[in-house]
Nanobody, 125 residues
Framework: QVQLVESGGGLVQAGGSLRLSCAASGRTFRNNYMAWFRQAPGKEREFVSAISGSAVSTFYADSVKGRFTISRDNAKNTVYLQMNSLKPEDTAVYYC??????????????????WGQGTQVTVSS
């Protein structure tokens, strides 16, 4: 059974940093795109960042470009999201996701087959 487990969320002041982790189990995703999405209260879930299996290709939403960095460690079957210069508008539940189809990039929520339970990030002003 595939599981994605996020960790690292919390409460931070504006301008601060957090590092999210997502550990996968049940299968390897070393050839698959993995991504982070987020959902703020009353809003739809939105794309944040994605990374290819080899980590050569990365994608970011315009709202986080230059502040967030996605990375992965395939030996640990884990993907990370380093979040710097956090803003109150970054407050959301952050979800890790993985595609079942190898190698094909996507920033579309419906293309991701496996999801974690989410981790809360709250940025105070």
């Amino acid at each position: 059974q595939v599981q994605l487990v996020e960790s690292g969320g919390g409460l931070v002041q504006a301008g601060g940093s957090l590092r999210l982790s997502c550990a996968a189990s049940g299968r390897t995703f070393r050839n698959n795109y993995m991504a982070w999405f987020r959902q703020a209260p009353g809003k739809e879930r939105e794309f944040v960042s994605a990374i290819s299996g080899s980590a050569v290709s990365t994608f970011y939403a315009d709202s986080v470009k230059g502040r967030f960095t996605i990375s992965r460690d395939n030996a640990k079957n884990t993907v990370y999201l380093q979040m710097n210069s956090l803003k109150p508008e970054d407050t959301a539940v952050y979800y890790c996701a993985a595609r079942s189809i190898p190698s094909i990039p996507s920033i579309t929520l419906s293309d991701y087959d496996h999801w974690g339970q989410g981790t809360q990030v709250t940025v105070s002003s």
